[in-house]
């Protein structure tokens, strides 16, 4: 018989089990404010005389507040408890190859102030001009207390040096956001893939239902990311790297990408492969390629406003990102076979063109016919810059290992 080590095992002391309990009622009161004590016991699984002890903790501490008083038929009147959104703040920071944009952010993810930085080609001179920005917006935006920053960034970082190592639209490698900016601002500071971040934030809205555990988001933007949460846990990989589908070579024949392969799916399904598309269907001879007034490429933008003004080779350029990138999320379905697979970006401002078009593909490809629901996301609602976000609130809400939601009910 094989011996246990018993050192290999850790019991759970009472104040690790009180921490999660209090996790799990803050997790409920902000999932499902305004809530009674007595729901909080209900969904919670707790005995009401510990969710009262808890609550009572949390409200000392400013975590929660006491509402409106309800009305029973017989018995004791519940008081309803709000999460307290102006207790402090957090900063939200999302990358983007030329523009970064910063906010500002209750607790409870209402985004408060927001503005926008070049990124710049150089990343520590972007990063002290970020620092800088940081502060400044804390200034104008003064709160009791800050919690952190979250930085979603297009690039993959390494769970051990927190450093980015993969990151071929920004054209940067090896880069230390962590260290310089908390001694600028002297606040904890989260950098994350924005494909990561995203799949956390949406993992955390509820909004694809209570006991969902297996999901993916797709970012389409000048690249393509994919973060993926398969039984509640963020999957990483080795060096924190996996998800790097948009550099996965659909045609070894096709275009150059920037990180050096050949027709890698974000060259064939990204904004900047629609523009491409739109400047090779509008040249005016045959072996040029640009717009038809020989100007600069539209911005992606100015692509989905033409494809509203019914313009045909806008359309056409439309239509051929959305049969790649339906192809690419086939092979995410096949391969992994998502509950729910969301898609973040603009191109999402024209699912109903794009969409129809995709599932088709999906259908065509995926052998497995796996029942993944594909969503889009609402742009206007910055999924982004919300996962940013997220990295810093969801430590004091989430009783699980970090990256590892789970869905408390």
Partial sequence: MRKIDLNNFRVASSETARDINRRIVLNLVRKHQPISRASLARKSG????????????LIAERWVVEGATGHLPRGRKPTFLHLNSDRSGIIGVDIHPCVTTLA??????????HESIPTGDDPKDFIERLGRRIVDLMRAHPKNSYEGIGISVPGRI???????????????????????LE????????????????????????????????????????????????????LRGSHGVAGEFGHVSLNPNGPKCHCGNNGCWEILASNAAAIRYYAEFSSVRKGEVGTKSNMSPVP??????????RDLKAGQALDQMARHLGTGLAMLVTGLAP??????????????????????IIRERSVTHANTRIVASDPEQSPRLRGAIVLIAQKHFISTPAGQIGSLR
């Fill in 300 to 309: 992606f933008t100015d692509l989905l406003r033409l494809v509203e003004q």
């Fill in 158 to 180: 390494d769970r051990a040096s927190h450093r980015l190592t993969f990151a071929p639209n920004l054209h940067w490698q090896d880069v230390d956001f962590q260290t310089p």
């Fill in 104 to 113: 500002v952010s209750s607790m409870g993810m209402n985004i408060l102030a």
């Fill in 339 to 360: 509950e729910t697979l969301v898609v973040i970006g603009e191109v999402t401002r024209a699912w109903q063109r794009v969409g129809p078009i995709v599932e088709a």
């Fill in 183 to 234: 001694k600028l601002t002297g606040l904890p500071v989260e950098v994350e893939n924005a494909a990561n971040a995203c799949a956390l934030a949406e993992l955390w809205s509820g909004r694809h239902g209570e006991n969902i555990s297996d999901l993916v988001a797709v970012t389409v933007s000048e690249g393509i990311g994919v973060g993926m949460i398969m039984n509640g846990e963020l």
């Fill in 46 to 57: 707790m005995q009401r005389s510990t969710v009262s002890a808890i609550t009572e903790q």
